[in-house]
């Protein structure tokens, strides 16, 4: 499955959502808006810049709509949310996607690196999860919040320790989140990519390179040798995994273990689940485009 494919199963249990991605203008957050779009999704493409998301929209074409935010600021999310609201009707599925990072050795880290990714990354999914948190509750509405973590959010990452503290910080937001949300029916999940070839990535690569006196040939060979799939990971096999989090199926993984431990135990635990069916998952999406080249 592609970014341009349509899941018939999916499709089925995706159309006519209404979703806000938040980072939607370029990269990771752009390929899961297309591929929601794809799924019959009616997707508001968020970003801080919003030239990059109208253009995003102009790519998907009718229904979708772009939306001015900055994820730092309550205020501004607010009103995002309300023009989605307006113009939408409603909200059934977040995407909290939006990240930025920047390299540098832990003792050479300032007051500045360390708030603007805490603000953007660990805030940014505060703040969003929060106002839908809210809609879902109040509707009573089956909404989805998943949040684009990183694999920096398991494993600590030298170079990126104000960034993967950050991202660590998603995890525990995004898990707590989903304990308290559960019992009203609503799903909270967050992804992992690892080293996706994006724009923030080919920005890593050269402020890495010049830190470490490498050329960037050497540090993106690094990166892939840490990829057990021996290559980059692309924003659509990322965009794969948030569209199967919005499918039915994935209750239905859920409420299987529900025979086997306490409801609370089962949310607490769906997270380390859903990260080994995710790798299945993308192995198995990965396999098959390769297999159909
Ligand atoms: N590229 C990778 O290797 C990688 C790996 C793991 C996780 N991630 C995460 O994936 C997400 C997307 O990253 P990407 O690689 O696509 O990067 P990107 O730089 O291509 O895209 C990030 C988008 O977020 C927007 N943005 C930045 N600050 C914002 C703000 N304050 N409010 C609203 N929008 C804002 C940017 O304008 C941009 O369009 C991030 O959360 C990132 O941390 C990326």
Redesign the pocket.
């Known amino acids: 499955m592609s970014v341009g494919t349509n899941h018939p199963r999916l499709a089925e249990d995706l159309a006519g959502k209404r979703c806000l991605v938040?980072?939607?203008?370029?990269?990771?957050?752009r390929a899961i808006a297309i591929a929601l779009a794809r799924h019959g999704v009616r997707v508001a493409v968020?970003?801080?810049?919003f030239s990059?998301a109208a253009s995003v929209v102009r790519e998907i074409g009718s229904d979708a709509i772009s939306v001015a935010?900055?994820?730092?600021r309550r205020i501004s999310v607010d009103a995002a949310f309300a023009t989605v609201f307006e113009t939408l009707g409603g909200c059934d599925i977040l995407v909290a996607?939006?990240?930025?990072?920047s390299i540098n050795r832990a003792v050479d880290i300032t007051d500045e690196e360390w708030d603007e990714n805490f603000n953007?990354?660990a805030r940014?999914v505060f703040l969003t999860n929060q106002i839908a948190a809210r809609h879902f509750l109040a509707q009573g509405t089956h909404g989805v919040i998943v949040n684009?973590?990183?694999?920096?959010a398991k494993v600590g990452a030298p170079l990126l320790a104000h960034y993967s503290a950050s991202?660590f910080a998603v995890l525990g937001w995004t898990q707590a989140l989903a304990r308290e949300l559960a019992p009203h029916g609503v799903r909270v999940n967050a992804v992992c990519?690892?080293?996706?070839k994006?724009?923030?990535?080919s920005r890593e690569v050269l402020w890495e390179a010049e830190l470490r006196g490498l050329t960037p040939e050497a540090v993106l060979a690094e990166y892939i040798a840490q990829t057990p799939l021996g290559r980059l990971e692309e924003?659509e096999d990322v965009a794969d995994v948030v569209v199967f989090l919005n499918g039915s199926g994935v209750p239905r993984l859920k409420a299987s273990r529900k025979t086997q431990r306490h409801e609370t135990m089962e949310a607490a635990t769906t997270i380390a689940d859903l990260t080994i069916r995710i790798f299945l998952y993308i192995m198995v999406q990965v396999n098959g485009r390769e297999d159909s080249k």
Not at 22 to 29: E, V, Y
Not at 46 to 49: K, L, M, P, Q, T
Not at 148 to 152: C, G, I, K, R, V
Not at 193 to 196: C, D, K, M, N, T
Request: charged share 10%; proline share 5%.
């Open positions: 938040t980072g939607a203008g370029s990269g990771i957050g968020g970003d801080i810049d990059m935010l900055d994820v730092r996607n939006a990240g930025v990072s953007v990354n940014g684009t973590a990183s694999l920096a991202k990519p690892g080293f996706v994006t724009s923030m990535q924003p």
